[in-house]
């Protein structure tokens, strides 16, 4: 095979995964972490994501209510079989990260597809996280607990 042809097939190729791969039915949108897909409807002024799968939420059963003017976010639905409902809003104390700590970080804006957090210390850039990987590390947070685990490892 001459390597015109091979660059050909290998085009053709990522062509029909491109074209084969794509959601349907589905908001599909870029995460941070790889494809968000979610069913994706306005109504009054807020943006109601259902059935959301991505690398960090994979089961389609949590959801999420986004009020950009109230820069409110509700998660709901159901994770590790149990079911929850919460309410976040810019300002309040949640988790982005962990490894031998959970991180927590005041919310500093709510937009239809992330939520952005501001980390601590001059020269950190802000985090943002898709609504996959937000749901994964908030559905059960539980703030004091944390505070009080990361104390405990710090001593």
Not at 21 to 26: G, L
Not at 38 to 46: A, D, Q, V
Not at 137 to 144: A, D, G, I, K, T
Request: no cysteine; glycine share 10%.
């Amino acid at each position: 095979m001459k390597r015109e042809q091979g660059i050909v097939l290998a085009g053709l190729g990522l062509l029909l995964y491109k074209a084969f791969s794509k959601p349907k039915n589905n908001q599909g949108f870029k995460g941070l972490g790889g494809t968000i897909t979610s069913t994706m409807t306005r109504k009054n002024g807020i943006i109601i994501h259902q059935g959301i799968r991505g690398q960090w939420e994979n089961s389609g059963k949590t959801n999420a209510e986004i009020n950009l003017k109230a820069g409110t976010i509700r998660i709901y639905g159901e994770r590790n079989e149990r079911t929850f409902d919460r309410t976040f809003r810019v300002g309040d104390e949640a988790e982005y990260d962990s490894w031998n700590m959970n991180y927590l970080a005041p919310i500093i804006a709510i937009g239809p597809k992330t939520v952005t957090f501001k980390k601590a210390g001059n020269g950190y850039p802000d985090r943002r996280l898709d609504l996959s990987e937000f749901i994964a590390r908030n559905y059960n947070l539980n703030v004091e607990k944390i505070k009080k685990y990361n104390s405990e490892y710090l001593d």
